[in-house]
């Protein structure tokens, strides 16, 4: 298991997207927080931003986009970081992401994504 002890805030408002993920990140051992909606993220990285090692944001959100709840992080914690998973093309650089993952995605590539990133 790559995911030992590091822990993943999902952030998606697509339910079986969400558990999708959910699935395939517990398979490589993460921990995960998640919520589907923008304002509850942030309150998650208030107060959990210690414990997070990673953010999975959608782009697209009922209450907030996700350059708006990463903008939000950023200021919480300027060394966030952060990766979109987005069915819609993002200038992920200028906001500040790490990456982008274009919805619809694999099992292996998400797991690729994040072990890339966390290792």
Known sequence: MSGEQQTILI????LLIKE???AVLKDEGYNILETDCGDEAVQIF???YEDIDLVLLDMQMPDKNGAEVLEELQFIDANVKAFFVSGVVVDWESLGA???LQKPFQAKDLAKAVRDILT
């Open 98 to 100: 790490i990456g982008i």
């Open 20 to 22: 999708f993920m959910i």
């Open 46 to 48: 208030i107060d959990r």
């Open 11 to 14: 952030v998606e408002d697509e």
